[in-house]
């Protein structure tokens, strides 16, 4: 099994619906983060968590919110969806005991705002 | 101007072939710095760390030049299966030590 699961793994919404992704993970890390990718832009950090009390906003948190409901479990909110967050999201860890550095992506989520 | 620059290519090479990417970095607090593969809609996973003494992993080779703050990877023979885009990650670790990523270096191997 994945150690980092997002679901779903794809979806396709409409324009102001509200939409949520999920990522789980068994690697007990501590340490978790919310990517999007756009062709050409690279990785965008949208939200970061590095405890289940501690959120922080990444690079571009506009129009996104998350949850930590535990260790294992980070969830990423678009209230209102809307066309420019069509995109590829993806969830990734690291481990704060091992530096922090490496981390481990879930396999995607494929969104499709209409 | 973004913090992690790298030419996104595409490098077309044939098999067998040497091929290196560079990627600079603005800042020079920077303390870590990595190498991922991405194959085509797919995740990102660790290809190799780089540090100040370079490291070499059979037909890859990261070297890291802190004085003019860039790292550099190196695939010797290419193969089919190296096709992919090549992603440079920096940490910065004065605060929040969060990875920076490059947009990626696109890699096509052809027969």
């Known amino acids: 099994d994945a150690d980092v699961t997002q679901t779903p793994r794809n979806r396709i919404t409409k324009t102001g619906k509200r939409i949520m992704l999920e990522c789980s993970q068994t690697?007990?890390?501590?340490?978790m983060y919310w990517y999007r990718q756009d062709p050409g832009l690279g990785l965008r950090l949208i939200y970061y968590?590095?405890?289940?009390?501690?959120?922080n906003k990444g690079e571009i948190s506009d129009g996104y919110s998350v949850s930590r409901q535990a260790q294992a479990k980070f969830s990423l909110s678009l209230e209102s969806a809307i066309p420019n967050q069509t995109a590829l999201y993806f969830c990734?860890?690291?481990?704060?005991?091992?530096?922090?550095?490496?981390?481990?992506f879930g396999p995607g989520t494929r969104l499709t705002v209409l | 101007r973004k913090e992690v620059e790298q030419d996104p290519g595409p490098f077309n090479v044939p098999e067998g072939a040497t091929v290196a990417f560079n990627c600079t970095y603005s800042?020079?607090?920077?303390?870590?710095f990595f190498w991922y593969r991405q194959d085509c809609r797919k995740e990102p996973k660790l290809l190799m760390s780089?540090?100040?003494s370079g490291n070499e992993d059979g037909r890859f080779t990261a070297q890291l030049n802190r004085a003019s703050q860039y790292i550099s990877l190196l695939i010797r023979d290419s193969k089919l299966s190296d096709s992919a885009t090549y992603l440079c990650?920096?940490?910065?670790?004065?605060?929040?030590?969060?990875?920076?990523f490059g947009r990626g270096t696109s890699l096509i191997v052809h027969p």
């Open positions: 990734a860890t690291s481990d704060t005991l091992a530096g922090g550095d490496e981390q481990f």
């Open positions: 690697k007990g890390h501590d340490r």
């Open positions: 968590s590095f405890d289940v009390k501690d959120i």
């Open positions: 800042n020079s607090a920077s303390q870590s």
């Open positions: 780089v540090y100040s």
């Open positions: 990650v920096v940490n910065y670790r004065g605060g929040s030590y969060i990875p920076t």
